[in-house]
């Protein structure tokens, strides 16, 4: 299943409550990081580097996001940003468990034009969400001073994240009996 406004808002609004974070600027705050992460999911490329058979070939499999590395990487960004107090370790958690949840409902499709059947190491690169998260705050009227900060510690915890995994992807498609190498390129959805 792609990653859709609908299911990030609704994994926020509900993280953020288990969470303990209430108040006006909650929906707010869950509806604007869900805005900025779905469009910023558009920017993500996929890189593999394949080894199989011959051929050309394709795969699509769940992105499997690392969400402990995700939460540690929010608090300490949080931290980083000044973004101190008795609420901000709470919101952190749980903009990082709505997250991880929404980014585990995503899918990688990969194309792979010089290996048929085989595997690729997987690479997810990506660009700083912090003008994303800007946007998608201010559609949802979340305004003020701490807003430029949130959108930096989230964009920096996402970077660090994705630029830490890398996992293994199988390769479907037209074999041969010739041994190949080469790379894939792919997107998440």
């Given amino acids: 299943m792609p990653i859709v406004l609908q299911a990030v808002t609704s994994a926020l609004t509900t993280t953020l409550l288990a969470h303990g974070v209430k108040g006006p600027q909650m929906p707010a705050l869950a509806r604007g990081a869900a805005l900025g992460v779905v469009q910023w999911v558009l920017t993500l490329k996929v890189l593999t580097q394949d080894v199989g058979v011959a051929g050309v070939g394709t795969g699509q499999f769940p992105l499997l996001f690392d969400t402990a590395t995700f939460s540690a990487n929010l608090v300490r960004a949080y931290s980083a940003q000044s973004l101190s107090g008795s609420a901000a370790p709470s919101e952190a958690l749980g903009l990082a468990d709505g997250l991880g949840l929404s980014f585990l409902s995503g899918v990688i499709s990969t194309q792979h034009p010089s290996v048929g059947s085989g595997t690729g190491i997987c ?67």
Avoid at 127 to 148: E, H, K, M, R, Y
Avoid at 159 to 167: E, G, I, L, P, V
């Fill in 123 to 189: 690479r997810i690169v990506s660009i700083p969400a912090t003008a994303f998260l800007l946007n998608g705050f201010a559609s949802s009227g979340l305004l003020g001073p701490g807003v430029f900060n949130k959108a930096l510690a989230i964009s920096d915890a996402l970077q660090k994240t994705f630029a830490s995994m890398s996992f293994p992807v199988p390769i479907v498609g037209s074999p041969s009996i010739t041994p190949s190498a080469g790379v894939g390129l792919g997107v998440v959805l």
